[in-house]
């Protein structure tokens, strides 16, 4: 069972390269915290991502919230997640027939397909998305998160559609990184990584639905392998602080969890 081995151990059994370079990133840098940049300037994000940078595997955007995007600024985040060695993971939530998701990921300004290893899809439309991701221009190493869960109150999501969507992301071993989900699931793949947001120390939920869990409640109990932080860390006075303690945190109960 996945929950038990080591992300070392992991490595062997993922088949999409982003998973590997996400585990071994991981294992070096003694991270599983995702920020999630939810910020609206290129000098924000930047910003967030030199100071978070040492201390995550994972940067998650919404290029679509930036509010003075332009290409250049991409060559400068380029920069840094190689400096940090950290992997850029554009929050799409794609969810349309294949041939428009293959368009919004590799073509308008933001040209998501050439500089994202890694983004979310909506299983709902079924294996369009999968196919039109898979065979689209862009970076040759690209991996997807496949959305069986959500942590807000209300979601329309039930097990039928969880278990759809386990089975739609084993029916594409080579592109599926992992599943975004709130429970241990039957994710029992030791190569799918289960990526898991809604974690706050302090809070337990904001004004529009959101749910939090602590970053022990997640790794321990829901089963989270890397755990997505926003605001509690971007709206923090110290950033890099804060990312820090949530970094520690997190890997002591991945610890606590292999060796239990
Ligand atoms: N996010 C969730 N919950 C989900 C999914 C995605 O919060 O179920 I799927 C995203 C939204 C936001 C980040 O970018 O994760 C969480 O931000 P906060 O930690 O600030 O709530």
Redesign the pocket.
């Known amino acids: 069972n996945r929950l038990k081995l080591s992300f070392l151990e992991r490595l062997n059994f993922a088949k999409n390269p982003v998973t590997r370079r996400l585990l071994q990133v991981m294992c070096d840098k003694k991270t599983t915290l995702c920020v999630?940049a939810?910020v609206t300037s290129t000098t924000d994000l930047l910003n967030l991502a030199e100071q978070t940078g040492p201390h995550i595997c994972l940067f998650?955007t919404?290029i679509d919230i930036v509010e003075d995007f332009h290409p250049n600024f991409l060559k400068h985040l380029k920069e840094i997640a190689e400096r940090h060695n950290f992997i850029i993971f554009e929050?799409r939530?794609f969810a349309d027939i294949g041939n428009t998701v293959q368009l919004q990921y590799s073509k308008s300004m933001y040209q998501i397909s050439s500089w994202a290893n890694l983004v979310?899809a909506h299983s709902v439309m079924g294996k369009g998305i999968l196919e039109g991701i898979q065979q689209s221009e862009g970076l040759k190493d690209r991996g997807v998160f496949l959305?069986a869960?959500?942590?807000?109150a209300g979601?329309l999501t039930d097990q039928s559609y969880v278990d759809a969507t386990l089975k739609l992301a084993k029916q594409y071993p080579d592109l599926i990184t992992g599943i975004?989900c709130?429970n241990p699931l039957l994710l029992e793949e030791p190569g799918v990584i289960q990526l898991t947001?809604?974690?706050?120390l302090e809070s337990v939920g904001?004004r529009l639905a959101?749910q939090?869990n602590s970053p022990e409640t997640v790794v321990l109990e829901k089963g989270a392998d890397v755990a997505?932080?926003?605001?509690?860390i971007?709206k923090s006075a110290d950033p890099a602080a804060e990312a820090v303690k949530y970094k520690e945190v997190l890997w002591a109960a991945y610890e606590k969890r292999i060796a239990s």
Do not use: W
Request: one cysteine or more.
């Open positions: 999630a939810d998650k919404h929050d939530k979310t959305l869960e959500a942590s807000c979601s975004v709130q947001p809604g974690v706050h904001d959101q939090y997505v932080v926003g605001r509690a971007t």
